[in-house]
Each structure stands twice: as C-alpha cells, then as structure tokens.
C-alpha cells in the first residue's frame, strides 16, 4: 500500500491491511511468513514540518527461520506496536552529516510518498530477536558428528577450548614425547 504525501495533506490516512506471505522481502533467505501479517493504524504529516510523516500503528504476523543452534525450524510470533517518523530525502534531509539524538530515530523517503510494506519489513525484522533460537534450552548440532543433540545425545567429547591457545597445546604435547623417564 503505497500512501501519497498529498493525500495527507488533506487528511490522515488509516490503514487496516493483511499482507500476504510473500509479499514482503524479508531480504533474508532464511526468514519466511508462516502466515498473513495483519496490520492496522494511521499514517498522518506531522503539522510541524513540512512533509514529516508519523506512521503509528500495530502488527501481527507469525514468521519462521532455521535455529541458529540445530537449524530445526523455529517460530516467532511478532505482535508489536509501532510509532515511526520519516522525513524527506529531498532538501537536504537523508545526506550524510552529523545528527543529533532526536534524528537517530529518523527514517527517510524518496519520492512522492511512502511505502507501507517497507513500514512493516523494517517492523518486523526489527521485532525478531538477534539470536533466533528454537527454544530456549536448544543444545545444538554436536560439532564433532553433526547430531542433532536435541533428539540424540551423542558420545563425542566436546572440551571447550579456545582455538588461540592450540599452537601452545601442541607444543606443550611434543615436549612430553621428549623427555626421558
């Protein structure tokens, strides 16, 4: 749903949409919508500057990924509100130049208006969480024999041990090769 900035300045738009898995690139190859990302709220210029607009509003949308640890399927459902602010790439707003606080929480767009789904994209990857884990007590793949430790418990010896030490480890086993007893 793409909102004109003329259109607002007569009046606010509202929005009541269901988007439909797929219609969204999510830009990750990984991430997929299990299900439609239903999304309502109000798209208005802020009377204060010419051509700022306040997109405030609520989404809901199942999405799916791989776990980072066992790379089983995961799911994370996203229901967030939102209050965005974007201003005008045009007369000098979105070049590169030192910002205050108050401009960090800025967004930018080009043209005669703003794109609704790019609105959500940016919601909902923002609302994932950084580690996407299928629970939270997920052991992971074995890194000796690939096993899914979740559904098998393997033999495999996994020490920790931290690779910046190893030139030292082996050092350390070759000198014992070489010392009489």
């Given at each position: 749903?793409?909102?004109?900035?003329?259109?607002?300045?007569?009046?606010?738009?509202r929005f009541d949409v269901e988007v439909a898995p797929g219609a969204i690139d999510?830009?990750?190859?990984?991430?997929r919508q299990a299900g439609p990302?239903?999304?309502?709220?109000?798209?208005?210029?802020?009377?204060?500057?010419?051509?700022?607009?306040?997109?405030?509003?609520?989404?809901?949308v199942p999405m799916e990924s791989a776990c980072d640890r066992c790379l089983e399927e995961a799911r994370f459902p996203i229901d967030s509100d939102f209050v965005l602010y974007?201003?005008?790439?045009?007369?000098?707003?979105?070049?590169?130049?030192e910002i205050?606080?108050?401009?960090?929480?800025?967004?930018?767009?080009?043209g005669e208006g703003?794109?609704?789904?790019?609105?959500?994209?940016?919601?909902?990857l923002l609302a994932l969480p950084m580690q996407r884990v299928c629970r939270d007590d997920c052991?992971?793949?074995?890194?000796?024999?690939?096993?899914?430790?979740?559904?098998?418990?393997c033999q495999c010896r996994t020490a920790a041990m931290d690779g910046r030490?190893?030139?030292?480890q082996q050092l350390k086993a070759g000198g014992r090769r070489g010392v009489r007893e």
């Amino acid at each position: 749903m793409f909102v004109h900035v003329r259109d607002l300045e007569v009046r606010a738009a509202r929005f009541d949409v269901e988007v439909a898995p797929g219609a969204i690139d999510y830009l990750d190859a990984e991430l997929r919508q299990a299900g439609p990302l239903k999304a309502a709220g109000k798209v208005e210029l802020v009377m204060a500057s010419f051509g700022e607009i306040r997109v405030t509003g609520h989404l809901t949308v199942p999405m799916e990924s791989a776990c980072d640890r066992c790379l089983e399927e995961a799911r994370f459902p996203i229901d967030s509100d939102f209050v965005l602010y974007y201003r005008p790439v045009s007369e000098g707003y979105g070049d590169e130049k030192e910002i205050d606080a108050g401009e960090a929480e800025m967004g930018f767009y080009e043209g005669e208006g703003l794109e609704l789904n790019d609105v959500f994209r940016e919601q909902v990857l923002l609302a994932l969480p950084m580690q996407r884990v299928c629970r939270d007590d997920c052991k992971g793949i074995c890194p000796e024999c690939g096993r899914n430790r979740n559904q098998n418990q393997c033999q495999c010896r996994t020490a920790a041990m931290d690779g910046r030490w190893a030139a030292l480890q082996q050092l350390k086993a070759g000198g014992r090769r070489g010392v009489r007893e």
